[in-house]
């Protein structure tokens, strides 16, 4: 179960968008469109942002989106937002049943 | 509210034993999957085990298969991992996680978290 392939850190100044990568492999998040990710706070719990690829929880700002390419996922925040800084972590179903997660980025808003 | 909530970390010794649970509410217990999963402090998520609804599939992840059970009491609305064996790198802050969807042992995401209960093994 070998975690996904996530950058350490991106930044992005007010307004702008940046985009997050998720490595992963055929074995994982190129076999199944069940990506998810994850923002965590500092000392918080991580809370769900997308799930599934591209969906979005109830209550979610629509400035989250997510997307996937051959064994590549992404999620993208747009109009980022001093609030948006936390870590961001991608989440994948594999075969057998269990889910790997990634390494976790840490985004800062500049 | 979907509300859990955590207990029963502390400071064991290597080898030792310790019991997690998870207390559940805010929503049909019995109608979802539920998931462990640990964060070093400072470092990222690792999922450690998942069972499904009815408590009759598990999974583990690899580093603690063999050494931690989980199981559930759908009468008491509560999620339980039973840690043996345990070693200074099981040392975490330990999530419960209700599962979402409808594939793999537990669901295929993580949609509501607790805050956390803090495990550390050392002599």
């Known amino acids: 179960q070998s975690a996904l392939t996530q950058p350490a850190s991106v930044s992005g100044s007010p307004g702008q968008s940046i985009t997050i990568s998720c490595i992963g492999t055929n074995m994982d998040v190129g076999s199944y469109d069940l990506v998810s990710w994850c923002q965590q706070h500092p000392g918080k719990a991580p809370k769900l942002i997308i799930y599934e690829v591209n969906k979005r929880p109830s209550g979610v700002s629509n400035r989250f989106s997510g997307s996937k390419s051959g064994n590549t996922a992404s999620l993208t925040i747009s109009g980022l937002q001093a609030e948006d800084e936390a870590d961001y972590y991608c989440?994948?179903?594999?075969?057998?049943?269990?889910?790997?997660f990634g390494g976790g980025t840490k985004l800062t808003v500049l | 509210d979907v509300q859990l909530v955590e207990s029963g970390g502390g400071v064991v010794l290597p080898g030792g034993s310790l019991r997690l649970s998870c207390a559940a509410s805010g929503f049909t217990f019995a109608d979802y999957g539920l998931n462990w999963v640990r964060q070093v402090p400072g470092k990222g998520l690792q999922w450690v085990a998942g069972i499904n609804s009815n408590g009759a599939m598990t999974g583990y992840g690899d580093s603690v298969k063999g050494r931690f059970t989980v199981s559930r009491d759908n009468a008491k609305h509560s999620l339980y991992l039973q840690m043996d064996t345990l070693r200074a790198e099981d040392t975490a802050l330990y999530y419960c996680?209700?599962?979402?969807?409808?594939?793999?042992?537990?669901?295929?995401?993580?949609?509501?978290w607790g805050q956390g209960t803090l495990v550390t093994v050392s002599s």
């Open positions: 989440c994948s179903y594999i075969a057998g049943g269990t889910v790997v």
């Open positions: 996680a209700r599962g979402g969807g409808y594939v793999g042992v537990a669901g295929n995401y993580f949609d509501f």
